[in-house]
């Protein structure tokens, strides 16, 4: 599988600037899964040192193409289940020229957008035009390029479903969505022949076939802030849908990785307050 999205700069609680974006959370999946597969992401050249651990960490799994500037967000945590988010600064654009760059040579592409503008319509015609099959996080439809305070709304372009194989939606992009309850009319509205709904600690719908089925998550963590847990999910639940797995054990194992590494967080935190 392939994985494409901008790094982001990520500034949490205050704390350094850190590696943000699905890139930088996407290789823990792969690892996981053991699937062949790689990760491009776009960056400003002037902003790639901050991502230089992750690169060594990679290896040849992630790849860097230069952009004119890098996404950046400040995540400030109410506690561990809320949080405020800012927009600082929004990030490049793919077009067919990045798509060509990239050059995924893998069936599944998952597409992890930051804000609504990282991958136009254009860009998901030019992967579904290759063959591609495209997973798409759903935070692509909902939330407003535009600095400051994040936005969500409902003002996507509905062209973008037409490409895509899975869309992937938390529970609050999903009553956005919707402009409501999320349900079988909604999911059959949207026409993606597979819609994963995901409700943190409370497990994951499964929309496809004009049905739904609710999967448990694997177990709750709770006590521990979770960014990057929905980029984690989505890539392993792509990789494993590439390894030839069906949808209802991807999102298994998906849940199982994200409840692994969130208890990873929980025990590193409570060694620093020891």
């Known amino acids: ?12 609680d205050g704390a350094p600037e850190s590696p943000g974006g699905c890139a930088s959370f996407a ?15 776009m960056a400003a050249e002037r902003d790639h040192a ?3 651990p992750l690169s060594a960490r990679l290896g040849p799994l992630l790849r860097i193409l230069p952009a004119d500037r890098t996404s950046s967000f400040r ?5 561990v289940d809320h949080r405020q988010m800012f927009v600082d600064a929004i990030g490049p654009v793919w077009g067919e020229p990045e798509i060509a760059a990239a050059d995924p040579d893998t069936t599944w592409v998952h597409l992890a957008p930051l804000l609504r503008t990282d991958f136009p319509a254009a860009a998901l015609a030019a992967l579904d035009a290759r ?8 935070q692509g439809l909902v939330r407003a390029d535009r600095t400051g305070p994040l936005v969500l709304d409902r003002h996507f372009n509905p062209e973008l479903l037409t490409h895509i194989s899975v869309l992937k939606l938390a ?26 709904v995901t409700f943190g600690s ?3 719908d499964i929309y496809a076939a004009g049905s739904v089925t609710r999967v448990p998550a694997a177990w709750r963590v709770e006590g521990v802030q979770t960014t990057g847990a929905g980029d984690m999910f989505t890539a392993c639940f792509t990789a494993n849908r590439a390894a030839g797995g069906s949808t209802r054990d991807a999102v298994v194992r998906a849940s199982e990785l994200v409840a692994r590494e969130l208890d990873k967080r929980l025990h590193i935190g409570t060694a620093d307050r020891v």
Do not use: K
């Open 75 to 79: 995540l400030d945590y109410v506690d």
């Open 171 to 196: 529970e609050d992009e999903a009553v956005i969505v919707a402009d409501g309850e999320f349900d079988e009319s909604t999911a059959a509205r949207l026409g993606v022949p597979e819609i994963l």
């Open 1 to 12: 599988m392939t994985v494409l999205g901008n790094l982001a700069i990520d500034r949490i």
């Open 202 to 204: 409370e497990g994951c």
């Open 50 to 52: 901050l991502f230089d």
């Open 27 to 41: 290789g823990v999946a792969l690892e996981a899964a053991e699937v062949p597969g790689r990760i491009v992401a």
């Open 131 to 138: 063959g591609h099959r495209v997973v798409y996080d759903g």
